[in-house]
């Protein structure tokens, strides 16, 4: 769903811009109270493995594709904050590097994947793990949802944006009519891989994914042969699950999967045009479409330039790509994480 330049016109692309940057410093000292030593490094893995599946276009529908938005998944993982920034990371690096998505959309593609996906999703997923039993199998579930839901609010979102500052003369119904009803196959896609991908990350190392935090399994007795759940006045503060492999193979695991989806399995990826830009092309949105102005980055169009072969040109900038989303995400959220700083005092055990 990135929105190129010549779709929204400049005064809508303009309060869209200063509502992400807005969105953007709120995110930021948020992120703060959601990322420590132990998730800041976790939430640049995530940015990068957003990048990479984002390569993945898998097909929904008769000459249609689609591809992860990724803020269902970054909110449950890192946080609704960080989830917001995640995105907003990876939106910057495909619009300045591989010129996906319009840099005078930058904040209306902002708006629209990170924001929007971000804020639906976890709104969702916080309502249903209330409601539903305790344990992975309610995460997972409620991940599901949650991104489910995320994708065809994104296309609502984006098709009032275009009623608001398209620039061609389309019926707004038509418009939502293709918009919603592509994308809500495509949310099928999203669901899956952030289901997939979270109940993975939960099964082990709960204690890092955000969304899994105070859902640990309640303190129960054997009482006449039966276990039951401790009332809650007697209740103790629920144990997190053991972890069943260190952060650094964590990391390390994710990043080679990155790497792996970018660089090889994305040359397999489906090759006909994404939900937007299929009804773009059906409905007459794109007859305004500007050239990207970082069309001629060595990168564009997610291949490198002057290597004839098409599929390690592809290899090769799914590569670049994640290492640079992985460093730049890493580097902002280490600088943005919360810092402890203890006072040795016998009197005093504050932090700061």
Partial sequence: MHVPDGFINAPTSAVTGVVAAGAIAVSLRGARRELDERTAPLAGLVAAFIFAVQMLNFPVAAGTSGHLLGGALAAILVGPYTGVLCVSVVLLMQGILFADGGLTALGVNITDMAIVTTVVAYAVFRGLVKVLPRGRGAITAASFVAALLSVPAAALAFTLLYWIGGTTDIAIGKVATAMIGVHVLIGIGEAVITALTVGAVVAVRPDLVHGARGLGQKLQLRVNGELVDVPDAEEAPAAPAPARTSR??????????????????????????????????????????????AADSPLADYGVKDVDDARLSGGLAGVIGVGVTVVAGSAVFWVVRRRHTADTTPTSTESV
Wanted: hydrophobic residues 45%; without cysteine.
């Fill in 248 to 293: 650094r193979t964590l990391w390390v695991s994710g990043l080679v999967t990155s790497l792996v989806l970018a660089g090889f399995v994305s040359f397999y990826a489906s090759a006909n045009p994404d939900g937007l830009e299929k009804v773009a092309a059906d409905q007459g949105i794109d007859q305004k479409v500007e050239e990207h102005s």
